[in-house]
């Protein structure tokens, strides 16, 4: 069984960077495509990030180019998601999802396990 386990949020200012991690257990990330997603009050999950099994893909939310990057760490099974120059309107509960195979996709329903999420809050 997947299990997937966000942390790294917290409240940061305008500007600011945070780092979340996604640690992954009961498989590995080599053959599962991960991706990040966020969630707002009162609005709908949105695709951030994605990155392919393999690695060699990742796909970007226009919203977050130039400001987040997906990267991983295969010794520790765990996905980062690194957060620059933050702006109020990222904040959101923040998830991974995981799916068996070699293609990532932005759209929620490609994944079918989830983590719990991790509050992030921009604010000063």
């Known amino acids: 069984q997947v299990q997937l386990v966000e942390s790294g949020g917290g409240l940061v200012q305008p500007g600011g960077s945070l780092r979340l991690s996604c640690e992954a257990s009961g498989t590995t990330l080599n053959s599962n495509s991960i991706g990040w997603f966020r969630q707002a009050p009162g609005k709908e999950r949105e695709g951030v990030l994605c990155?392919?099994?393999?690695?060699?893909?990742?796909k970007y939310a226009d919203s977050v180019k130039g400001r987040f990057t997906i990267s991983r760490d295969m010794t520790k099974n765990t996905v980062y998601l690194q957060m620059s120059n933050l702006k109020p309107e990222d904040a959101a509960v923040y998830y991974c999802g995981a799916r068996w195979g070699n293609s990532c996709s932005l759209i929620h329903t490609w994944y079918n396990s989830w983590g719990q999420g991790t509050q992030v809050t921009v604010s000063s």
């Open positions: 990155i392919s099994a393999s690695g060699t893909t990742t």
